[in-house]
């Protein structure tokens, strides 16, 4: 007899409902209990996946329907969720908020893995009216299951009476709340907190969870959520042999790299993972990547370490392949300059620098076209490039509607560097990028 285990996606009406205290909450409850559970995030984001590593001591992973193929999140899906006790998935925005109306949203996705969705309400300034929004979001797409309803901020339990008799009345399961929890605020992605600060909300997390336990009804969640577990093993595919050395920078400075990319990079070759800001120089490898993060927390200590930035730059020097990303671009240049002004010496591989004065946020997701094949990702970043005399983009870029947009893509020698977080989940489409720069 097949295995049934629990899966579900945890969605909401909008941003900011509480789709990630509740996820948090969830996995650490589920933690608690001894079930072995597997995250996911819906979209780009790099901090929501560790926020769940933090909760269930398992990494999330991206599934993002805009950035890779419908076969690529059905293999992830089923690699990672195979002989786990259960599955949550952490939605993105509104339900059916996509790049192009529902295009690539948690919706979307719910369809493509026939999964129920969990609705999170924010509830803070509302009652019985909550009936016509729930109504809308049950009857919009008959092709969605959702499975129950979790209200955030409910202040009493009379409270909650009110939201219990509007589930009642449109046909949607009430599977509780999340009562207001004095300073256990889980902080925007948009703020920037580093590893070390992530982990202070371990106590946070244990404080939602245990609030849950008592007020959510747990059990009747994993009950209504039972699929087979062997749904998608089918696209599971088989790791190729290994060819080459490959390095991938990860410290606190350098660490937003999708797992898909890390297994795809194992795929081609043996990984050594080093640190910028620690180590004294490169491994002896063939390819070096450096993914995003935040280096300019760090900036001092980057700049301090004047071997490990001269390394870099011989083996640029030498033909030595690079592929970097954002923050990684960013210690490639000359020199970052913090908020304040203060200038700080990088790599010099590429002319420009980058300053975090005068800040914006330039986000969304990207199609970079080179000459002969696609790459996608996501651009999410407060810097600017300034002083860029010589170099020049080697790729148009456009946006989710189509529309080009200003973005460059650099290269010098085998070096390839931009803004853009490229998704290489894809064996082919790391094999079409390093010919690129091979020269």
Same mark, same amino acid.
């Given at each position: 007899m097949t295995k049934k285990i629990p899966q579900f996606i945890i969605a909401a009406p909008t941003s900011n409902s509480g789709k990630t205290t509740v996820t948090l909450g969830l996995l650490r409850a589920l933690e608690n209990r001894g079930i072995a559970t597997q995250p996911f995030k819906v979209g780009p984001d790099y901090i929501d996946p560790k926020f769940h590593k933090i909760a269930c001591g398992k990494n999330g992973l991206n599934l993002d329907l805009y950035m890779t193929t419908t076969e690529d999140i059905l293999t992830t899906y089923a690699k990672y969720a195979k002989n786990k006790g259960a599955v949550c998935v952490e939605g993105v925005m509104g339900l059916f908020d996509g790049a192009r109306k529902s295009e690539g949203s948690t919706a979307e996705l719910a369809k493509l893995l026939d999964l129920p969705i969990i609705l999170v309400v924010d509830a803070k300034s509302v009652a019985y009216s909550v009936a016509p929004l729930l109504y809308g979001f049950k009857n919009f797409d008959k092709a969605l299951n959702i499975a129950g309803v979790i209200f955030n901020k409910v202040n009493t339990k009379s409270h909650y009476q009110f939201l219990?008799?509007?589930?009642?009345?449109?046909?949607?399961?009430?599977?509780?709340?999340?009562?207001?929890?004095?300073?256990?605020?889980?902080? /925007?992605?948009?703020?920037?907190?580093?590893?070390?600060?992530?982990?202070?909300?371990?106590?946070?997390i244990e404080k939602v969870a245990n609030a849950m336990e008592e007020t959510v009804a747990i059990d009747a969640l994993l009950e209504?959520?039972?699929?087979?577990?062997?749904?998608?093993?089918?696209?599971?595919?088989?790791?190729?042999?290994?060819?080459?050395?490959?390095?991938?920078?990860?410290?606190?400075?350098?660490?937003?790299?999708?797992?898909?990319?890390?297994?795809?990079?194992?795929?081609?070759?043996?990984?050594?993972?080093?640190?910028?800001?620690?180590?004294?120089?490169?491994?002896?490898?063939?390819?070096?990547?450096?993914?995003?993060?935040?280096?300019?927390?760090?900036?001092?200590?980057?700049?301090?370490?004047?071997?490990?930035?001269?390394?870099?730059?011989?083996?640029?020097?030498?033909?030595?392949?690079?592929?970097?990303?954002?923050?990684?671009?960013?210690?490639?240049?000359?020199?970052?300059?913090?908020?304040?002004?203060?200038?700080?010496?990088?790599? +010099?591989?590429?002319?420009? /620098?980058?300053?975090?004065?005068?800040?914006?946020?330039?986000?969304?997701?990207?199609?970079?076209?080179?000459?002969?094949?696609?790459?996608?990702?996501?651009?999410?970043?407060?810097?600017?490039?300034?002083?860029?005399?010589?170099?020049?983009?080697?790729?148009?870029?456009?946006?989710?509607?189509? +529309?080009?947009?200003?973005?460059?893509?650099?290269?010098?020698?085998?070096?390839?560097?931009?803004?853009?977080?490229?998704?290489?989940?894809?064996?082919?489409?790391?094999?079409?990028?390093?010919k690129l720069i091979t020269n």
């Amino acid at each position: 007899m097949t295995k049934k285990i629990p899966q579900f996606i945890i969605a909401a009406p909008t941003s900011n409902s509480g789709k990630t205290t509740v996820t948090l909450g969830l996995l650490r409850a589920l933690e608690n209990r001894g079930i072995a559970t597997q995250p996911f995030k819906v979209g780009p984001d790099y901090i929501d996946p560790k926020f769940h590593k933090i909760a269930c001591g398992k990494n999330g992973l991206n599934l993002d329907l805009y950035m890779t193929t419908t076969e690529d999140i059905l293999t992830t899906y089923a690699k990672y969720a195979k002989n786990k006790g259960a599955v949550c998935v952490e939605g993105v925005m509104g339900l059916f908020d996509g790049a192009r109306k529902s295009e690539g949203s948690t919706a979307e996705l719910a369809k493509l893995l026939d999964l129920p969705i969990i609705l999170v309400v924010d509830a803070k300034s509302v009652a019985y009216s909550v009936a016509p929004l729930l109504y809308g979001f049950k009857n919009f797409d008959k092709a969605l299951n959702i499975a129950g309803v979790i209200f955030n901020k409910v202040n009493t339990k009379s409270h909650y009476q009110f939201l219990l008799e509007a589930c009642e009345d449109v046909g949607i399961p009430a599977l509780g709340y999340v009562p207001f929890i004095p300073d256990c605020e889980i902080p /925007s992605r948009h703020l920037g907190l580093s590893i070390h600060e992530m982990q202070g909300y371990d106590s946070v997390i244990e404080k939602v969870a245990n609030a849950m336990e008592e007020t959510v009804a747990i059990d009747a969640l994993l009950e209504c959520c039972l699929l087979d577990q062997k749904k998608h093993e089918a696209f599971i595919s088989t790791i190729l042999s290994k060819k080459i050395n490959i390095a991938v920078a990860e410290d606190e400075g350098f660490n937003f790299s999708y797992v898909q990319n890390i297994e795809c990079l194992k795929q081609l070759g043996k990984i050594t993972f080093f640190s910028p800001l620690n180590d004294k120089e490169l491994p002896k490898v063939d390819l070096v990547y450096l993914p995003g993060g935040y280096p300019e927390f760090y900036t001092k200590q980057l700049s301090e370490n004047k071997s490990m930035l001269q390394s870099i730059k011989n083996f640029a020097e030498a033909g030595g392949k690079i592929i970097a990303e954002c923050g990684g671009m960013m210690y490639l240049g000359k020199s970052i300059i913090d908020k304040d002004g203060n200038e700080f010496e990088m790599a +010099s591989v590429f002319d420009f /620098s980058t300053s975090m004065q005068a800040m914006k946020l330039n986000l969304g997701y990207r199609t970079i076209q080179f000459k002969n094949f696609e790459l996608k990702g996501h651009e999410f970043h407060y810097s600017t490039i300034i002083q860029h005399k010589k170099s020049t983009s080697i790729a148009t870029v456009l946006n989710a509607r189509e +529309s080009e947009v200003d973005t460059m893509v650099f290269q010098y020698k085998n070096v390839i560097a931009s803004y853009i977080h490229y998704y290489l989940g894809q064996e082919l489409l790391l094999k079409k990028l390093l010919k690129l720069i091979t020269n």
